[in-house]
């Protein structure tokens, strides 16, 4: 049981925007900045949103979070099926004194 | 470009010790904080976790009693050692470096599966 709730999957067709929701707490999600991951097939995970919505270099701008209360959102607009992946939500939590991960939403691109 | 690995062996008995070893190139384990994070077999991503810069250590309470986190600045390298293991402690486990904030994994190693098993 992860501390950070997200669908199990989600799905879109190519050119779709699609949006991956992500609940948590006050002491996780509601008082501290949440980051995402993308993991494809495979391979480890790669940084792709932190500190709620802000891109590391090199991640397209389709890519976008949110974060309202004690939920966070990631939104791809312009789906391509290279972003078929596995996508987690993290926060720090301040009462295990560490990120907490969700379970993960496998998105497919029909 | 940074990059991580890990290292250790891929099979370990059960109630022995599991240890990983991550070599870091291209930036100095004196800088930024390192982490180990698990991933189970078809599940999700799992925090075990940090050590600092300057050598402390940070756990996940659910791996406390069993779970030490060392820095060896003089080969670039930190380690992980998992006592007691089970075969729940079969997954990937993988070292990465916190480069954002206290918690955001901006460089990961590709992972090494490790198995519990008699």
């Known amino acids: 049981q992860s501390v950070l709730t997200q669908p199990p999957s989600a799905s879109g067709t190519p050119g779709q925007r699609v949006t991956i929701s992500c609940s948590g707490s006050?002491?996780?999600?509601?008082?501290?900045?949440v980051n995402w991951y993308q993991q494809l097939p495979g391979t480890a995970p790669k940084l792709l949103i932190y500190n709620n919505n802000q891109r590391p270099s090199g991640v397209p701008d389709r890519f976008s979070g949110s974060k309202s209360g004690t939920s966070a959102s990631l939104a791809i607009s312009g789906l391509q099926s290279e972003d078929e992946a596995d996508y987690y939500c993290?926060?720090?939590?301040?009462?295990?004194?560490?990120?907490?991960f969700g379970g993960g939403t496998k998105l497919t691109v029909l | 470009q940074v990059q991580l690995q890990e290292s250790g062996p891929g099979l370990v008995k059960p109630s022995e010790a599991l240890s990983l070893t991550c070599s870091v190139s291209g930036d100095s384990v004196s800088s930024y904080y390192w982490g180990w994070i698990r991933q189970p077999p078809g599940k999700g991503l799992e925090w075990i976790g940090h050590i600092f810069y300057s050598g402390s250590t940070n756990y996940n309470p659910s791996f406390k009693s069993r779970v030490t986190i060392s820095l060896d600045t003089s080969k670039n390298q930190f380690s992980l050692k998992l006592s007691s293991v089970t075969a729940a402690d079969t997954a990937v486990y993988y070292c990465?470096?916190?480069?954002?904030?206290?918690?955001?994994?901006?460089?990961w190693g590709q992972g090494t599966m490790v198995t519990v098993s008699s």
């Open positions: 990465a470096r916190v480069g954002v904030g206290r918690d955001g994994f901006d460089v």
């Open positions: 006050s002491s996780n999600i509601g008082s501290n900045t």
């Open positions: 993290a926060a720090w939590d301040d009462s295990l004194n560490g990120p907490v």
